[in-house]
């Protein structure tokens, strides 16, 4: 299995992005999906969750009125819709995929089976 982000770049506070992940090689309507992310010199956080199951969508304090997940099975992908943008919301951006995990799971990384290789998200003040 293998995932790919894309979608980042840099852009001024207030603005918006949206990441995607696509994956290949596997079945993706099996997995739940996750983004964290990780700044420079911390830990990689959680952001954002969708469950394989019903769509359920889990998000950090820190962005859940601002950030959407989606997933699209037909096309194995899932998006990251970031909107109000702020420059402590800077960091790489991180997709994994975690195989048929219950909804709890979702914001632990460790629990993850697979990582895109990250996507940097810069925003300027």
């Known amino acids: 299995v293998q995932l790919q982000a894309s979608g980042g770049g840099t852009v001024q506070t207030g603005a918006s992005l949206r990441l995607s992940c696509v994956m290949s090689?596997?079945?993706?309507?099996?997995?739940?999906m996750g983004w964290f992310r990780q700044a420079p010199g911390k830990e990689r956080e959680f952001v954002a969750g969708?469950?394989?199951?019903?769509?359920?969508?889990f998000f950090a304090d820190a962005v859940k009125d601002r950030f959407a997940i989606s997933r699209d099975n037909a096309k194995s992908a899932a998006y990251l819709q970031m909107s109000s943008l702020k420059p402590e919301d800077t960091a790489v951006y991180f997709c994994?995929?975690?195989?048929?995990?219950?909804?709890?799971?979702?914001?632990?990384?460790?629990?993850?089976?697979?990582w895109g290789q990250g996507t940097l998200v810069t925003v300027s003040s």
């Open positions: 090689g596997g079945t993706f309507r099996d997995y739940a």
């Open positions: 969708i469950s394989w199951t019903r769509g359920n969508t």
């Open positions: 994994g995929a975690d195989h048929r995990a219950p909804d709890y799971a979702l914001k632990y990384p460790a629990g993850y089976d697979f």
